[in-house]
C-alpha cells in the first residue's frame, strides 16, 4: 500500500513567558511553553496575504502584554491589554520551518499584572496571535521575558 502524500502546511504558535528578579537573574514566575490562537486577522493579512504579496498584507511588528482572558480567534485586541506594555521585537529564522519573536519588558514601566501575551501588526494593529497564562504580578525589580513562535510544518 502507497502512502498518500500531504501537501498541508500546518502552523502552529506558542508562547513563553517568564519573570526574572533583575538583582539574582531568578526566575520567579515560567508560563511554561503554551499553543495559542492564531486570529483570523493573523491567518488572513499576516500568514496568507503576506507570503502571496496580497494587498493589506502585515507583518509582526511587536508584542503586547495584558491582564485579560485568551483571545478569541475574530480577536482584534488582545483581552486586557496594558498600553505601557507593548514593544517592538526581535526576530530570529531558525532553519526553514520556525519564526521566533522575543523581548524583554522591564518592570519599571509600572507594576501590573500579567495574564496573556499576544502578537501585533503595530502598537496600535490588529491581533495577529495570543494566548492567556497563569496570572502573575510583574513588579518594578523584575523583568519580563518573552519568546513567541510560529512553526511552519508539513506534519
Known sequence: MRKKKSNVVRIKGFL??????????????????????????GLRFCLLAAAAGGTGSVQVAGARLGSGSAPASDATVLPGSHSDYYSTVGLAVNGSTQARYTQTYDGTLGE????????????????????????????????????????????
Open 16 to 41: 513563553h513567558g517568564q519573570i526574572v528578579d533583575k538583582a539574582t537573574g531568578k526566575v520567579v514566575a515560567d508560563s511554561g511553553v503554551m499553543q495559542n490562537q492564531i486570529t483570523n486577522y
Open 112 to 155: 501590573v499584572t500579567l495574564a496573556n501575551a499576544g502578537l501585533l501588526a503595530a502598537s496600535g494593529g490588529s491581533l495577529i496571535a495570543g494566548n492567556t497564562f497563569a496570572s502573575s504580578a510583574l513588579g518594578t525589580n523584575q523583568e519580563f521575558h518573552l519568546t513567541y513562535d510560529l512553526n511552519f510544518g508539513t506534519s
